[in-house]
T-cell receptor, first 107, second 113 residues
Framework: LAKTTQPISMDSYEGQEVNITCSHNNIATNDYITWYQQFPSQGPRFIIQGYKTKVTNEVASLFIPADRKSSTLSLPRVSLSDTAVYYCLVVGGKLIFGTGTRLQVFP | DTAVSQTPKYLVTQMGNDKSIKCEQNLGHDTMYWYKQDSKKFLKIMFSYNNKELIINETVPNRFSPKSPDKAHLNLHINSLELGDSAVYFC????????????FGQGTRLTVV
């Protein structure tokens, strides 16, 4: 199973762009890269998923280089409500969560 | 309509008791999961069911027994509760195993005293 490594925590200010990078050196050919967001006292919520290059939706962008050994979740112009834990998953049959990145957004 | 619902939301019980947590999804998904999130916030998969069949059992003590009466339900029964079982338990579902967006319930906070 591909293991993921991401920073334990990050701080930002409102209005800034936040990039959270995840490394997954052992990613398999059939694996997808998926990001979830979790607020306190809530279950994780799907943000975005990609296989390669770039994926964008109304919430975030996901950048995946050609070797797919890492990925970067980009949150444009964060607000206080984006304070949460962000999990990077490499999904190929199991939904295995790593330790996540705790993002704190300050006013 | 709540996509994935768990009951109860809070559960306080004494050591040694047996308790159940119920989960239902109205999304028509084939796969359902149970996760445990401990005080350190690690989210660990416990079980995964696909079309009522157990697919994943991640080294969970056999005091934990999932039961899936149909595709829309995956209940978690816990025997002989221990202090270490205190955690938040999340149920989730996805269209198929592991590959797409999973929807999580609001969690059940279990406290064993």
């Amino acid at each position: 199973l591909a293991k993921t490594t991401q920073p334990i925590s990050m701080d930002s200010y409102e209005g800034q762009e936040v990039n959270i990078t995840c490394s997954h050196n052992n990613i398999a050919t059939n694996d997808y890269i998926t990001w979830y967001q979790q607020f306190p006292s809530q279950g994780p919520r799907f943000i975005i998923q990609g296989y390669k290059t770039k994926v964008t939706n109304e919430v975030a962008s996901l950048f995946i280089p050609a070797d797919r050994k890492s990925s970067t979740l980009s949150l444009p112009r964060v607000s206080l409500s984006d304070t949460a834990v962000y999990y990077c998953l490499v999904v190929g049959g199991k939904l295995i969560f790593g330790t996540g990145t705790r993002l704190q957004v300050f006013p | 309509d709540t996509a994935v619902s768990q009951t109860p939301k809070y559960l306080v019980t004494q050591m040694g008791n047996d308790k159940s947590i119920k989960c239902e999804q109205n999304l028509g998904h084939d796969t359902m999961y149970w996760y445990k999130q401990d005080s350190k916030k690690f989210l660990k998969i416990m079980f995964s069911y696909n079309n009522k069949e157990l697919i994943i059992n991640e080294t969970v003590p056999n005091r934990f027994s999932p039961k899936s009466p149909d595709k829309a339900h995956l209940n978690l029964h816990i025997n002989s509760l221990e202090l270490g079982d205190s955690a938040v338990y999340f149920c989730a579902s996805s269209q198929y195993l592991g590959g797409d967006e999973a929807f999580f319930g609001q969690g059940t906070r279990l406290t064993v005293v």
